[in-house]
Structures are given as C-alpha cells and as structure tokens.
C-alpha cells in the first residue's frame, strides 16, 4: 500500500471521528424522546418548520453517504 493512500485512509479516519464527536455534542442534554425525533425526522423538536433540513453527509466504515430529506406525499 503506498504512503499517499495510509495518509488519506488516516485523514478519511480522523474525519469520521471527527463527525461522531460533533453528532455525540449534540445529542448531550436531550431527552429520549427528542433523540428518537431527530433520528427519525432529521431534525431537532424545536427546530421544526416550514423548511426541512438539507442533505446531511457522513462516512460510516470508510462509506460516505449522503442522506437528503423530502416531503412524504
């Protein structure tokens, strides 16, 4: 394997962990209920309106994904 390819894998790692600390900060403090509501609408209770929330990217097991929200008709 060669020294560029270990040094990207390294930052891909580094990013991703990166993400999980940042999701676990916002996950501080709220109760059960709003967790539920954010895994399954996107978005926080208090933070709900007319809009919804744009795509959200983050990488689990070196896969970046790319989720994006959409009014149910």
């Given at each position: 394997?060669?020294?560029?390819?270990?040094?990207?894998?390294?930052?891909?790692?580094?990013?991703?962990?990166?993400?999980?600390?940042?999701?676990?900060?916002?996950?501080?403090?709220?109760s059960l209920d709003e967790q539920s509501f954010f895994c399954i609408h996107?978005?926080?209770?208090?933070?709900?309106?007319?809009?919804?929330?744009?795509?959200?990217?983050?990488?689990?097991?070196?896969?970046?994904?790319?989720?994006?929200?959409?009014?149910?008709?």
């Amino acid at each position: 394997m060669s020294t560029l390819r270990k040094r990207l894998e390294s930052v891909e790692d580094r990013i991703a962990i990166q993400q999980h600390r940042e999701l676990l900060r916002q996950f501080e403090g709220r109760s059960l209920d709003e967790q539920s509501f954010f895994c399954i609408h996107g978005y926080w209770p208090d933070n709900a309106g007319d809009e919804l929330p744009g795509r959200v990217e983050f990488t689990v097991g070196r896969i970046k994904t790319i989720a994006t929200t959409e009014w149910e008709r």
